[in-house]
């Protein structure tokens, strides 16, 4: 199926690893021009940006903190600058910081919230400046099934994540007279480095939620981003779709 | 949808309703008599030359000079927030007229009538409601422009 | 065909009316006019309202104007074309007595503006224009004269001061009318002081809304002569229009609805524009009565402007133009005007103007204007 993405530019943020990196691949594919921004990874990025060469494309590695409004706007002005024009934003950088309420520090709360909450706030900000001069683009927000849920020891994930849902409700219903269209993508587990890091009885408890007996791979997740970007979901907005394998129903 | 057009809008239905959803594309669209070819703007959907009912959408450059304007202190209602604010009527280069605000482009004291001018469509970018209009702009302004229907 | 004549007038008190309804206010002008024309009520064969309906509470006025005034069981019918209401009343009667379907035709113009709220005025104020392609961006009745006047001011270099001379010299009348709203004088610099309302007016290039009710009643040529000692002839009765739209007018120097009615009237009437002595023009704003002016031949186009400032049009000049104070002093009650002008060029031709009378008077005129020129109506009026 053509998706009619030949020619576009797209920022990831976070698309140095895990899922972020195969939505900028998958982009790739598709025949896109991508940016990346990445904060530590810096070999992994350069790997990231390469892999989008070999596929004929423009591969940028941009070092911005997303928590940072101002590196949101710098990194938006330099690909416009680079690629000519910004037609699509994925967000998608994003931490864990796990812990009952009780145990849960200011700081753990605040550095969550900020990194994915805020995060999407500064690059979705940036986006749309440039999409509505334009009168287009496409902006897709990964949350997670458990910003929709809740989750036992992440207040601060899933109220960052259930935060970046209502963002981009809001944004599409002020973005949609502009021609852009804004929506989500809600992954249940999904086999990353992040997922790694779970204790393995909580990775058995969370396989044993889904219909399908197993979790995402990260390319699951980037073949309904860029088809969310595509000209073939331009009547979908203010959506939120789960790529969880029946995880959360 | 005519209801998109204008801060207030007083004619929600009409012949010549994708007026509104064009200008919206950045499209600024007069219409044309498919019998007899007249071309009117503003758009109408009934020819006065010939009778036909018969018309297109042609769209407009929007280059015009400045006929006449005014500084409107005295607002109506639904327009006491923008007030004062300064409307001009110009003669389009293709024909007609139309008249609009001033924008952002142009400052009062520069005002002159016989001025060059450009209209630019715009989208009221802070309201909910979807709501269109044109603005006087300097000559040169440009604006994106799409196919959203 | 018959002519027709005015055989009695009346009028009210303009101004804020907050004691009386608009039947009371059309019962005042209604009393005078029947002492005037020296006739029982019943003589009347039918009655013509000229008023505007959205300023009224009460629906379908000219029922309950023809209750009050105990016309009953006689026809009525009512006429509606904005701030012209009352000259297309008086139209109307005036082809039913030519056409000789009655005999004598009572014609009233009666408005109750001050009723309406202020949000209710603002809200009216903004449909005033071309509701479709204008009002959406917030056009205002002052604002199209606004327009004219600017477009005026660069074309044939009309003065601030200029506009402003109509206004001094329609103050200095209306302080000797006393039905006018406003009986006060005048100066330029009082009137530039005023606060803004559309470049270049300020609140003294603008009449003001009114209350108030004015009335005649006409005959055809055989009553007229047995019942009036000396009646008024209406003998150039024009009507013409202009589009609702200013994107589609000709130009904004005039109004064109004007030009031809004025035309219309003078060839009916057998008159040219010299021959008139005094005139009642709509001066809705400064700049309208400047156009009035040209658009009715008092002087070439363009020299509106140098027209008021040398004072040809007060008494004694070429034309005496809204000697009774215009719309600007008397107030603008918008169905009762274009009779209070009737009215007052009847009383100037019947020599009874007191200190404001044109010598000599003897051929009238009025224009009245609706809306922003989209109706105008100009009547030649004669004495024998």
Same mark, same amino acid.
């Not at chain 1, 899933?158 to 849902?165: L, N, P, R, V, W």
């Given at each position: 199926?053509?998706?009619?993405?030949?020619?576009?530019?797209?920022?990831?943020?976070?698309?140095?690893?895990?899922?972020?990196?195969?939505?900028?691949?998958?982009?790739?594919?598709?025949?896109?021009?991508?940016?990346?921004?990445?904060?530590?990874?810096?070999?992994?990025?350069?790997?990231?940006?390469?892999?989008?060469?070999?596929?004929?494309?423009?591969?940028?590695?941009?070092?911005?903190?997303?928590?940072?409004?101002?590196?949101?706007?710098?990194?938006?002005?330099?690909?416009?600058?680079?690629?000519?024009?910004?037609?699509?934003?994925?967000?998608?950088?994003?931490?864990?910081?796990?812990?009952?309420?009780?145990?849960?520090?200011?700081?753990?709360?605040?550095?969550?919230?900020?990194?994915?909450?805020?995060?999407?706030?500064?690059?979705?900000?940036?986006?749309?400046?440039?999409?509505?001069?334009?009168?287009?683009?496409?902006?897709?927000?990964?949350?997670?099934?458990?910003?929709?849920?809740?989750?036992?020891?992440?207040?601060?994930?899933?109220?960052?994540?259930?935060?970046?849902?209502?963002?981009?409700?809001?944004?599409?219903?002020?973005?949609?007279?502009?021609?852009?269209?804004?929506?989500?993508?809600?992954?249940?587990?999904?086999?990353?480095?992040?997922?790694?890091?779970?204790?393995?009885?909580?990775?058995?408890?969370?396989?044993?939620?889904?219909?399908?007996?197993?979790?995402?791979?990260?390319?699951?997740?980037?073949?309904?981003?860029?088809?969310?970007?595509?000209?073939?979901?331009?009547?979908?907005?203010?959506?939120?779709?789960?790529?969880?394998?029946?995880?959360?129903? | 949808?005519?209801?998109?057009?204008?801060?207030?809008?007083?004619?929600?239905?009409?012949?010549?309703?994708?007026?509104?959803?064009?200008?919206?594309?950045?499209?600024?669209?007069?219409?044309?008599?498919?019998?007899?070819?007249?071309?009117?703007?503003?758009?109408?959907?009934?020819?006065?030359?010939?009778?036909?009912?018969?018309?297109?959408?042609?769209?407009?450059?929007?280059?015009?000079?400045?006929?006449?304007?005014?500084?409107?202190?005295?607002?109506?209602?639904?327009?006491?927030?923008?007030?004062?604010?300064?409307?001009?009527?110009?003669?389009?280069?293709?024909?007609?007229?139309?008249?609009?605000?001033?924008?952002?482009?142009?400052?009062?004291?520069?005002?002159?009538?016989?001025?060059?001018?450009?209209?630019?469509?715009?989208?009221?970018?802070?309201?909910?409601?979807?709501?269109?209009?044109?603005?006087?702009?300097?000559?040169?302004?440009?604006?994106?422009?799409?196919?959203?229907? | 065909?018959?002519?027709?004549?005015?055989?009695?007038?009346?009028?009210?008190?303009?101004?804020?009316?907050?004691?009386?309804?608009?039947?009371?206010?059309?019962?005042?002008?209604?009393?005078?006019?029947?002492?005037?024309?020296?006739?029982?009520?019943?003589?009347?064969?039918?009655?013509?309202?000229?008023?505007?309906?959205?300023?009224?509470?009460?629906?379908?006025?000219?029922?309950?104007?023809?209750?009050?005034?105990?016309?009953?069981?006689? &026809?009525?019918?009512?006429?509606?074309?904005?701030?012209?209401?009352?000259?297309?009343?008086?139209?109307?009667?005036?082809?039913?007595?030519?056409?000789?379907?009655?005999?004598?035709?009572?014609?009233?113009?009666?408005?109750?503006?001050?009723?309406?709220?202020?949000?209710?005025?603002?809200?009216?104020?903004?449909?005033?224009?071309?509701?479709?392609?204008?009002?959406?961006?917030?056009?205002?009745?002052?604002?199209?004269?606004?327009?004219?006047?600017?477009?005026?001011?660069?074309?044939?270099?009309?003065?601030?001061?200029?506009?402003?001379?109509?206004?001094?010299?329609?103050?200095?009348?209306?302080?000797?009318?006393?039905?006018?709203?406003?009986?006060?004088?005048?100066?330029?610099?009082?009137?530039?002081?005023?606060?803004?309302?559309?470049?270049?007016?300020?609140?003294?290039?603008?009449?003001?809304?009114?209350?108030?009710?004015?009335?005649?009643?006409?005959?055809?040529?055989?009553?007229?002569?047995?019942?009036?000692?000396?009646?008024?002839?209406?003998?150039?009765?024009?009507?013409?229009?202009?589009?609702?739209?200013?994107?589609?007018? &000709?130009?904004?120097?005039?109004? &064109?609805?004007?030009?031809?009615?004025?035309?219309?009237?003078?060839?009916?009437?057998?008159?040219? &524009?010299?021959?008139?002595?005094?005139?009642?023009?709509?001066?809705?704003?400064?700049?309208?009565?400047?156009?009035?002016?040209?658009?009715?031949?008092?002087?070439?186009?363009?020299?509106?402007?140098?027209?008021?400032?040398?004072?040809?049009?007060?008494?004694?000049?070429?034309?005496?133009?809204?000697?009774?104070?215009?719309?600007?002093?008397?107030?603008?009650?918008?169905?009762?005007?274009?009779?209070?002008?009737?009215?007052?060029?009847?009383?100037?031709?019947?020599?009874?103007?007191?200190?404001?009378?044109?010598?000599?008077?003897?051929?009238?005129?009025?224009?009245?204007?609706?809306?922003?020129?989209?109706?105008?109506?100009?009547?030649?009026?004669?004495?024998?």
């Amino acid at each position: 199926m053509d998706l009619g993405l030949e020619g576009k530019n797209v920022i990831v943020t976070g698309g140095s690893l895990g899922i972020g990196s195969a939505i900028a691949v998958e982009f790739a594919r598709e025949g896109c021009n991508v940016a990346i921004n990445y904060r530590r990874h810096d070999t992994e990025a350069k790997k990231v940006v390469e892999e989008i060469e070999k596929l004929g494309r423009k591969g940028l590695a941009v070092k911005a903190d997303v928590a940072s409004h101002d590196d949101a706007e710098n990194m938006v002005q330099t690909v416009v600058r680079e690629f000519g024009r910004l037609d699509i934003m994925v967000c998608n950088a994003g931490i864990n910081w796990d812990g009952v309420i009780w145990k849960m520090t200011e700081e753990q709360w605040d550095t969550v919230i900020n990194v994915n909450l805020k995060g999407y706030f500064n690059y979705n900000k940036a986006a749309a400046l440039v999409f509505k001069d334009q009168k287009g683009g496409k902006i897709v927000n990964i949350s997670s099934i458990n910003g929709m849920r809740g989750k036992f020891a992440q207040t601060n994930y899933a109220a960052s994540k259930g935060g970046e849902i209502a963002l981009s409700k809001s944004l599409a219903k002020e973005l949609g007279k502009f021609n852009v269209n804004v929506n989500v993508v809600a992954p249940g587990m999904v086999m990353t480095e992040m997922a790694n890091a779970i204790p393995p009885e909580f990775l058995t408890k969370a396989m044993d939620e889904t219909a399908v007996g197993r979790f995402a791979t990260p390319e699951e997740c980037a073949d309904v981003v860029v088809f969310l970007c595509s000209d073939r979901a331009r009547h979908i907005t203010g959506e939120v779709i789960k790529v969880d394998g029946g995880q959360y129903m | 949808m005519f209801k998109w057009f204008g801060k207030v809008n007083y004619t929600p239905y009409t012949k010549v309703t994708d007026f509104a959803q064009y200008l919206k594309d950045g499209r600024l669209m007069g219409t044309r008599c498919k019998k007899c070819q007249a071309t009117s703007f503003p758009p109408r959907a009934d020819c006065e030359a010939c009778m036909s009912d018969e018309f297109e959408f042609i769209e407009m450059s929007g280059k015009a000079q400045l006929h006449t304007f005014t500084k409107i202190v005295a607002a109506p209602t639904g327009f006491e927030d923008v007030a004062p604010y300064i409307v001009g009527v110009v003669d389009l280069n293709e024909g007609g007229r139309a008249l609009a605000w001033f924008g952002e482009t142009i400052d009062e004291d520069e005002i002159e009538i016989g001025m060059d001018l450009q209209i630019v469509p715009q989208i009221f970018e802070d309201l909910e409601d979807i709501k269109v209009y044109y603005s006087l702009e300097k000559p040169g302004t440009t604006w994106a422009k799409t196919d959203s229907s | 065909m018959t002519r027709v004549g005015i055989i009695g007038i009346g009028h009210g008190v303009f101004g804020r009316r907050s004691d009386a309804t608009v039947q009371e206010l059309a019962f005042e002008a209604f009393r005078q006019a029947i002492e005037d024309a020296g006739i029982e009520p019943k003589e009347i064969d039918a009655s013509v309202i000229g008023s505007v309906p959205e300023y009224h509470k009460q629906r379908s006025l000219a029922g309950v104007i023809q209750e009050y005034l105990g016309l009953f069981p006689k &026809p009525t019918w009512l006429t509606e074309v904005a701030c012209a209401s009352g000259s297309a009343a008086l139209r109307t009667a005036w082809m039913a007595v030519k056409a000789g379907v009655h005999d004598i035709v009572l014609v009233m113009g009666c408005q109750k503006m001050t009723e309406l709220s202020t949000p209710e005025i603002l809200a009216l104020m903004g449909r005033v224009g071309e509701v479709q392609w204008e009002s959406g961006f917030g056009t205002t009745f002052p604002a199209y004269y606004a327009m004219f006047a600017k477009r005026h001011m660069h074309e044939f270099g009309t003065t601030r001061e200029h506009l402003l001379d109509v206004a001094v010299k329609n103050h200095y009348y209306g302080a000797r009318n006393p039905n006018a709203l406003f009986r006060k004088e005048i100066t330029i610099e009082k009137a530039k002081a005023s606060e803004d309302v559309a470049t270049p007016f300020q609140v003294y290039d603008c009449c003001a809304n009114a209350d108030g009710a004015a009335c005649v009643i006409v005959a055809n040529e055989e009553k007229a002569k047995a019942l009036s000692e000396q009646p008024v002839w209406l003998d150039g009765m024009a009507c013409a229009t202009a589009s609702m739209s200013v994107l589609r007018r &000709p130009h904004l120097v005039g109004l &064109p609805s004007a030009e031809e009615a004025g035309k219309a009237a003078y060839k009916m009437a057998g008159i040219r &524009p010299g021959d008139v002595k005094v005139a009642d023009v709509h001066d809705c704003f400064t700049i309208a009565e400047i156009m009035a002016y040209e658009d009715l031949g008092f002087c070439e186009k363009g020299e509106g402007g140098p027209f008021v400032a040398d004072r040809q049009t007060y008494v004694g000049g070429e034309v005496a133009v809204n000697v009774d104070g215009g719309l600007k002093a008397k107030g603008h009650p918008i169905g009762a005007t274009g009779l209070s002008m009737t009215y007052e060029i009847a009383k100037q031709l019947r020599g009874e103007a007191g200190e404001r009378q044109v010598p000599d008077a003897d051929v009238g005129l009025t224009h009245n204007v609706g809306g922003i020129g989209q109706y105008c109506f100009v009547q030649v009026m004669k004495r024998d």
